[in-house]
Nanobody, 125 residues
Framework: QVQLVESGGGLVQSGDSLRLSCAASGLTFSSYTICWFRHAPGKQREFVAAITSSGGNIEYANSVRGRFAVSRDNSKNTGYIQMNSLRPEDTAVYSC??????????????????WGQGTQVTVSS
């Protein structure tokens, strides 16, 4: 059974940092692209960042580029997203997903097979 478990969310102030983790089990982690999405109330789920299986290709949403950094440790079956200079508009439930999408689908949520339950990130002004 595949499981993705996010952790590291919380309540922070504008300008603070958080590091989210995505611990995977039940799959060959090193074969999967790991993607981070977020879902804020009243908004559609939004692509945040993705990192391919070997880490050789990384994509970011324009809204987070330069502030967020995605990484992975295949020896620990864990993905990470370091979020710096957080803003109130970053408030959302952040979920990780695993899949093997074609490169042109890497930002599309339907391209991913497995999802975590999400972790809440709240940024106060």
């Amino acid at each position: 059974q595949v499981q993705l478990v996010e952790s590291g969310g919380g309540l922070v102030q504008s300008g603070d940092s958080l590091r989210l983790s995505c611990a995977a089990s039940g799959l060959t982690f090193s074969s999967y692209t790991i993607c981070w999405f977020r879902h804020a109330p009243g908004k559609q789920r939004e692509f945040v960042a993705a990192i391919t299986s070997s880490g050789g290709n990384i994509e970011y949403a324009n809204s987070v580029r330069g502030r967020f950094a995605v990484s992975r440790d295949n020896s620990k079956n864990t993905g990470y997203i370091q979020m710096n200079s957080l803003r109130p508009e970053d408030t959302a439930v952040y979920s990780c997903a695993a899949g093997r999408p074609y490169s042109w689908l890497i930002t599309r949520n339907y391209a991913y097979d497995y999802w975590g339950q999400g972790t809440q990130v709240t940024v106060s002004s």
